[in-house]
């Protein structure tokens, strides 16, 4: 089904006001409820059902509007899935499945403004169906200077609408938070939502990034990076190289040999380490269909999709080993601590959430500890354990917001861990936590081209 994209910004603001009136209109209900109801219990439904409705009119026209708003309620219900109410969450991780491609005559618009006759008259065989398509663009398949390309086409009006978008988004997910009676601030979690759309909206900047990660990892067989073609790309078309291979989720259920996996996965977890210890620039977002894999060139990765790229710089990962070396040494106090001033905890917080606070960080490195070699990802007793504690650390919460510049460096860490986990891997981990808390590790800014044996990657459990 072809989705009925408004194809300029007046078209989306329209849209937008239309949600906002519709969202008017459920509190008004709500409230008027309120002034004839005496009942607590009665206005504390009227309430839960108010923003139950708010929420789901939210999804129907995020699937429709694309861009920021599908973007940014598709990581809401990720990265806030711990503070949010349950039932606001189940309607917004709908969205997940919701990437219907937009009608070509409205992406071949886009293209013809962007790159001109001469441009466009370089790219033929041009195939109207998208091979992919996604929040905020979508890909098609060509031919330009004699190969195959693949050529990423933004939606109109994306860019230009990321502002207000996390706003009337982030007005709503306060409203929904006060049914949690928390007085957590969010508004540095919609600052880098926020941050991160504009990024991932700048074509030429994931062009730049994309160049930068093929200089970075040449000379590394385990993986490839697609050749941007710069004379075919602008802020909102990207031009590449088309990238032959199965997509990771597809290798895995092929059930390949142990070795291939075990080589895949160590592969992974190599590069993130990379990223994040060594370059300090790291590819957060970990969807599979990032990844491809070449089984024909001894399972190379292509790595595909640079948009979502930070950068840490060198104090910031100096702070993160250091948290990770207070833990190491088992002292409580000194670890809530560190905690507090990393930015994790807010010192208002109550002794008790501290505890469990605690509770989490240690938790969270379990994998590394010598008797727990190799660690089996598919550990469902860890994983259950491990959950409960955040659970209850989360839920003893009445001040601390997800930590902002955690939120995607995590996110990304997550998905590598549930990778490994699907497939199925033990894997001796000792190496990756020697390396990082030892004090010759590279995390204060050297950089490393390739074939560095790493850093740490614990699990992704913050506050």
């Not at 895949?264 to 590069?271: E, K, N, T, Y």
Request: charged letters at 25%; proline letters at 5%; aromatic letters at 8%.
């Amino acid at each position: 089904m072809k989705s009925p994209l408004p194809t300029d910004i007046w078209g989306r603001s329209t849209r937008v006001f239309a949600l906002a009136a519709g969202l008017a209109k459920h509190e008004l209900t709500h409230q008027i409820k309120a002034g004839l109801s005496r009942s607590i219990d009665h206005l504390g439904s009227s309430e839960v059902r108010t923003r139950i409705a708010q929420a789901r009119l939210v999804a129907e026209s995020l699937g429709r509007l694309k861009g920021a708003f599908m973007k940014a309620g598709q990581l809401l219900s990720l990265d806030a899935s711990d503070f949010l109410p349950p039932e606001a969450l189940e309607i917004l991780s709908k969205l997940q499945g919701q990437a219907d491609p937009v009608d070509f005559s409205v992406m071949a618009g886009v293209l013809a403004s962007e790159l001109g006759a001469d441009g466009l008259a370089q790219l033929t065989e041009l195939d109207p169906r998208p091979a992919a398509s996604a929040s905020i663009g979508q890909v098609h398949r060509a031919r330009a200077l004699g190969e195959p390309v693949a050529v990423k086409i933004q939606y109109p009006g994306v860019a230009e609408s990321i502002d207000a978008d996390i706003a009337l988004l982030e007005k709503l997910s306060s409203s929904w938070l006060a049914l949690t009676r928390r007085e957590i601030d969010l508004s540095d979690t919609f600052g880098e939502l926020r941050a991160i759309l504009h990024l991932e909206a700048d074509y030429v900047r994931e062009r730049r990034y994309q160049q930068r990660f093929e200089a970075l990892l040449a000379g590394d067989a385990r993986f490839a990076v697609p050749r941007a073609l710069e004379a075919l790309s602008t802020s909102k078309v990207l031009t590449m190289s088309w990238a032959e291979g199965v997509t990771l989720e597809a290798w895995v259920r092929g059930r390949p040999p142990r070795a291939a996996r075990e080589a895949v996965g160590r592969a992974l977890l190599d590069l993130y380490c990379m990223e994040f210890f060594h370059w300090g620039t790291v590819q957060t977002d970990p969807n599979l269909g990032n990844f491809l894999i070449q089984p024909s060139q001894d399972s190379r990765i292509m790595l595909l999709d640079f948009g979502a790229t930070v950068e840490y710089d060198a104090a910031f990962r100096q702070g993160y080993v250091s948290l990770l070396r207070r833990i190491a040494t088992g002292d409580r106090r000194q670890i809530g601590d560190e905690g507090i001033a990393f930015g994790l905890l807010d010192a208002r917080e109550s002794l008790s959430t501290r505890e469990r606070f605690v509770d989490m960080l240690v938790s969270s490195v379990e994998p590394f500890e010598p008797g727990r070699q190799p660690f089996a990802f598919r550990d469902g007793d860890y994983a259950l354990r491990s959950r409960a504690v955040v659970r209850d650390f989360v839920q003893s919460l009445r001040f601390s917001p997800p930590p902002r510049r955690l939120i995607f460096l995590h996110r990304k860490l997550g998905g590598i861990f549930q990778l490994l986990k699907r497939l199925d891997l033990e894997l001796d981990l000792s190496r990756y936590w020697d390396q990082m808390v030892a004090p010759g590790n590279h995390s204060d800014g050297t950089p490393q081209q390739h074939g560095v044996a790493a850093g740490s990657c614990a699990p992704p459990q913050s506050a």
